[in-house]
């Protein structure tokens, strides 16, 4: 679904003085440890570990002919996949992806920055996806297996795509294996064969001596509850949502407990109206026209045959947007039987209600209480008895939104088979580091998307990527504090929830209460920067 809005935060760098705090900030020279050249196929494609093409028809051999330097002397690995006919039996827009593993000494991720390597398309002898893209490629190491990039497009273009993963997104610890691998997923879909050149594959080691100190964003943190945020690498599409873990939220009443069935949420910040297409959104999606898991596809609206949705998006006069629309008997695509919009002047904020009564008659209701009615058809509507399964969450839609994010301070389901009242932050505090509750199941395309901001989350740090070497936050609240003396003190990742934002930034939020541990009292005032013990 392409839902045609998140807070630009805009505060000086380097040294920033509020009664929440001081962020400080240093550049110094720069020297980088070694590189780890993986394969740049200069003489052959010696180095291949194993491939795993899953059954699909494929060929590799050396081409002296490309090479992403134009070195007549080197050249590059080229592959090609006859992926399935979209009308073949196999065919599917489900994740499909092939892989090929470059063997590597056993490595620390520590020791290195970013995973980079080259793709060009033959754009001659390959056909695009759905989408009109040449699919995804990701970027993984094994034992154990984690993405460094996951799910970046390969874009329509005959030029050289160079592609980065940052280590800093992966746990510190030992791998082995470079993996480069092409997915087919969604409207990124393949429909027929790829052929790519793949050169330079390369782990880039972290600088040594005369580290560069990234600058540090002081912003106010989120308000207490669920925050989603759009944090995958090239996402445009991405849905950053959970899903209810049970399935009995039905308004029909064949399995309903009542006539009237309510679903809302209550929005507690959302990103300003110069961000465009931001959604914050709820899907509605019986189980009956789910093909496979309710959780294995955060695509769901699309894949799924029956969905109702509210979408909700800020327009660039700071309104907002409520669209309801649904499909019926439409798995893999978005084609409405309607759509139904209502402003509210207000904006974005506060509690968004969609009830349904007798089945077809419903009423949207915005944050201001300005409503409208309309109805749907009851065949329609008796498709959507239970097992029903209910999302929230967000979707960037615009790449210029990835890194953006929306707070649901309460979700509520009254009138179903099973109610729901949940604020998110019953079981404690914790920051980013508190779990969903058992009625929830994290279907984000990028998990670490998903958060809890504590009643006590007081400040949300950010500072630019790569950020090789740096593992912790430190404060203090005194300015002649000594860091290299230990004066400064660790508030390590466990008690921020360090996260990529992915849009080449880092986020932290801090908690109160992690200050008071970190300090061994309750500062006033805060000082905070990332430091290399």
Known sequence: MKTLISRKYAMPLGLILATAGLALSSITTVTNAQDMVINTFDSGIEGMDWVNFRSIGYNQVWDKSQDVKGLTNSGSLYVSVNWPLINDVS????????????ATPSFNSTNFVRFECDIKVDVTNSFTAMDGSYGIVELVVNDPWQDVLGRAPLLNTNSWQHFVGYFSDV???????AIVGLASIGESAYTNKLAVWIDNIIFTGVQLTGTNQPPITLLKAPPAGLTCLCNQHYGTWQRAMIATADNH??????????DTTTYAMNIAAFPDASHVGFAAQMFLIPGSGINGSPFSDNSIDLRAANVAALIVTELTNHTALGSFQYKVNNPGNWNCVITKGLKCVAGPLGKWRLSFNSN????????????????????????????????VGTEPNRNANIGEYATFSAIQINGSARPLNDNFISSGTGGQTLALNTNWVNVAANPKGISITAPDAMYRLTWPMPDPGFRNVYVSDNLTDNAESNQWLSVPTAATGWLDNGNGSRVAVIDQSALDAACGHTPTNCLFQLYQP
């Open 91 to 102: 065919w599917t827009s489900a994740w499909t992806d092939v892989q090929m593993a470059f």
């Open 171 to 177: 746990p510190d610890g030992n791998y082995k294996e």
């Open 249 to 258: 939220y039905s308004w029909n009443t064949a399995t309903a407990a009542s």
């Open 360 to 391: 077809t008659n419903i009423t949207l209701t915005a944050p201001d209480n300005t409503s409208t009615n309309f109805t749907i058809a009851g065949s329609d509507a008796a498709l959507f008895q239970d097992p029903l399964y209910f999302y």
